[in-house]
T-cell receptor, first 113, second 110 residues
């Protein structure tokens, strides 16, 4: 596609359930990032992929959070046993290797009741 | 650790006035600096990318400058329009990692 695509755009879940968020980066972009933006807050780094490897997972808040990337393309962020404090917008970005420019998706808004 | 600060946090101007948004960062060993726009409930839209070797970039009514040695970037928006109302974010890249400022929320009054 022309841009970074994220799904679902909105997800409402009950506390304790697992959720999966998907990111389709721009074709050919080897770098992929996940960020989290809580209401009225700045962007919080979660994880960075280069190809299928994740050299920096330092931003994942707890072991309930995990992410993978397959085929150097699609990435999935999984949150297990969701908590109310996980409610936020989860943003994915992919990076142009040549210029280093990042392009963001529209985000997945997660609400945990 | 890179710290990015954006001043002011909010700005309200009448239509037609020029906008000046400031971004400062603590570690000058940057790879590039990128300005984004974020509309409410939306993702980030890339506006301008300045490589560390560049002093400025221009796109239409937007011009961004970079002074790496003093750790500053300024985004100028000429002849503001109500459609320019949004939050503007500055992001600094060191190696692979982007550090974001908290943003400047701009309101352009018709």
């Amino acid at each position: 596609g022309a841009g970074v695509s994220q799904s679902p755009s909105n997800k409402v879940t009950e506390k304790g359930k697992d959720v999966e968020l998907r990111c389709d980066p721009i074709s050919g972009h080897t770098a992929l990032y996940w960020y989290r933006q809580s209401l009225g807050q700045g962007l919080e780094f979660l994880i960075y992929f280069q190809g299928n490897s994740a050299p920096d997972k330092s931003g994942l808040p707890s072991d309930r959070f995990s992410a993978e990337r397959t085929g150097g393309s699609v990435s999935t962020l999984t949150i297990q046993r969701t908590q109310q404090e996980d409610s936020a917008v989860y943003l994915c970005a992919s990076g142009n290797q040549g210029t280093g420019e990042l392009f963001f998706g529209e985000g997945s808004r997660l609400t945990v009741l | 650790k890179q710290e990015v600060t954006q001043i002011p946090a909010a700005l309200s101007v009448p239509e037609g006035e020029n906008l000046v948004l400031n971004c400062s960062f603590t570690d000058s060993a940057i790879y590039n600096l990128q300005w984004f726009r974020q509309d409410p409930g939306k993702g980030l839209t890339s506006l301008l990318l300045i490589q560390s070797s560049q002093r400025e970039q221009t796109s239409g009514r937007l011009n961004a400058s970079l002074d790496k040695s003093s750790g500053r970037s300024t985004l100028y928006i000429a002849a503001s329009q109500p459609g320019d109302s949004a939050t503007y974010l500055c992001a600094v890249k060191n190696d692979y990692k982007l550090s974001f400022g908290a943003g400047t929320t701009v309101t352009v009054r018709a």
